[in-house]
T-cell receptor
Framework: KAGVTQTPRYLIKTRGQQVTLSCSPISGHRSVSWYQQTPGQGLQFLFEYFSETQRNKGNFPGRFSGRQFSNSRSEMNVSTLELGDSALYLC??????????????FGPGTRLLVL | DQQVKQNSPSLSVQEGRISILNCDYTNSMFDYFLWYKKYPAEGPTFLISISSIKDKNEDGRFTVFLNKSAKHLSLHIVPSQPGDSAVYFCAAIVNRDDKIIFGKGTRLHILP
């Protein structure tokens, strides 16, 4: 079974631009979660989508948004990029809503560099 | 306020010995705790979890211990192998929130 895929793998943008990242979950998985990883903050939860609905949202500004399509593929958008948005953005999928008994499978991530 | 803390940024352990990775938390409402392992340039891999109603869960070389009174959990790897060198993240969930909160990670080096 193919794993979680994320595109693009690497991205360079400049301040003020916007970016869209894509995530394709494992076939049959309906939950997609997004995380930001930075050296200073570690892994931080951005939001989770389940059946095209945002289930939960972390403590990030409104510049960070996402959506999920009917095929469970998800996109994350960051508008008006700031230098501090440079990070590894990870997507994870699970069969059902992420919880303690639900295993999440992570993609390889998209490394975003904002100049 | 950091709810999940991994106070050791790095740890070095001799191959064959026991690796003990520690994690402290502040929120007594956490229902589950999880450990993830991450290699460079790869996404985290789920390792093992424990429910807040248990104090121990074992899976092969990996054992997680939970001390609720101390709000502390630890991951034991016995025996440590070279492939265990990675960054380990501790994470916690409040089930009704379905939100995973991660620690900042501990880099484990297994020495030959």
């Amino acid at each position: 079974k193919a794993g979680v895929t994320q595109t693009p793998r690497y991205l360079i943008k400049t301040r003020g631009q916007q970016v869209t990242l894509s995530c394709s979950p494992i076939s049959g998985h309906r939950s997609v979660s997004w995380y930001q990883q930075t050296p200073g903050q570690g892994l931080q939860f951005l939001f989770e989508y389940f059946s095209e609905t945002q289930r939960n949202k972390g403590n990030f500004p409104g510049r960070f948004s996402g959506r999920q399509f009917s095929n469970s593929r998800s996109e994350m958008n960051v508008s008006t990029l700031e230098l501090g948005d440079s990070a590894l953005y990870l997507c994870a999928s699970s069969l059902n809503v992420a919880g303690g008994q639900e295993t999440q499978y992570f993609g390889p991530g998209t490394r975003l560099l904002v100049l | 306020d950091q709810q999940v803390k991994q106070n050791s940024p790095s740890l070095s352990v001799q191959e064959g010995r026991i690796s003990i990775l520690n994690c402290d938390y502040t929120n007594s409402m956490f229902d589950y705790f999880l450990w993830y392992k991450k290699y460079p340039a790869e996404g985290p891999t789920f390792l093992i979890s424990i429910s807040s109603i248990k104090d121990k869960n074992e899976d092969g070389r990996f054992t997680v211990f939970l001390n609720k009174s101390a709000k502390h959990l630890s991951l034991h790897i016995v025996p440590s192998q070279p492939g265990d060198s990675a960054v380990y993240f501790c994470a916690a969930i409040v089930n009704r929130d379905d939100k995973i909160i991660f620690g900042k990670g501990t880099r484990l080096h297994i020495l030959p």
